[in-house]
T-cell receptor, first 114, second 114 residues
Framework: DSGVTQTPKHLITATGQRVTLRCSPR?????VYWYQQSLDQGLQFLIQ???????AKGNILERFSAQQFPDLHSELNLSSLELGDSALYFC?????????????FGSGTQLSVL | AQSVAQPEDQVNVAEGNPLTVKCTYS??????LFWYVQYPNRGLQFLLK??????LVKGSYGFEAEFNKSQTSFHLKKPSALVSDSALYFC????????????FGTGTKLQVIP
């Protein structure tokens, strides 16, 4: 068990809808990352937060947004969903987000857009 | 821009034989390099990392990796494969210093045959 908790584990929704994915980082970790994993795109970095502030942005669509709350949990909001958004979404955390730190990954949220 | 290449989608090896999973990278400066493993329906787990120092890095579950600066490679190795090593392996790179800007490879599926 990595200590990173993601909910829900599975999510099935329809095109055009909006969903929220939740992540609780490992105790003591201040930095949270979101990744999207799909068969055709591999593991894509979406966004990183550190202690409530956005630190880095990757290939995140404008329809997607995220935030990290004062208690350090994070939420990834996906709106106007398309079939192509179906993927496994991972949250990861590290202590400070420094380059030499290892990441601890949650088990992911499997999103299916029908 | 940094990049990671894992040239083999799948590697098959007989149980008890040595295994190698290849990784090459492209990044400015001296990189920080990581290997992660993903078991079915699980998040990625950290195996090992190279930050500086000895080019041979030892990690979890008997795995090791060799950093080769001239060949820009960071191949993952294990002297004797186990069936339980069958999983998806990801190489990752981030520029040194500062905070994480990690890029993952596309992953290599390792199949250990009994």
């Amino acid at each position: 068990d990595s200590g990173v908790t993601q909910t829900p584990k599975h999510l099935i929704t329809a095109t055009g809808q909006r969903v929220t994915l939740r992540c609780s980082p490992r105790s003591g970790d201040l930095s949270v990352y979101w990744y999207q994993q799909s068969l055709d795109q591999g593991l894509q970095f979406l966004i990183q937060y550190y202690n409530g502030e956005e630190r880095a942005k990757g290939n995140i669509l404008e329809r997607f947004s995220a935030q990290q709350f004062p208690d350090l949990h994070s939420e990834l909001n996906l709106s106007s969903l398309e079939l192509g958004d179906s993927a496994l979404y991972f949250c990861a955390s590290s202590v400070t987000g420094a380059a030499n730190e290892k990441l601890f990954f949650g088990s992911g949220t499997q999103l299916s857009v029908l | 821009a940094q990049s990671v290449a894992q040239p083999e989608d799948q590697v098959n090896v007989a149980e008890g034989n040595p295994l190698t999973v290849k990784c090459t990278y492209s990044v400015s400066g001296n990189p920080y390099l990581f290997w992660y493993v993903q078991y079915p329906n699980r998040g990625l787990q950290f195996l090992l990392k190279y930050i500086t120092g000895d080019n041979l890095v030892k990690g979890s579950y008997g795995f090791e990796a060799e950093f080769n600066k001239s060949q820009t490679s960071f191949h993952l190795k294990k002297p004797s494969a186990l069936v339980s090593d069958s999983a998806l392996y990801f190489c990752a790179v981030t520029p040194p210093g500062g905070y994480q800007k990690v890029t993952f490879g596309t992953g290599t599926k390792l199949q250990v045959i009994p």
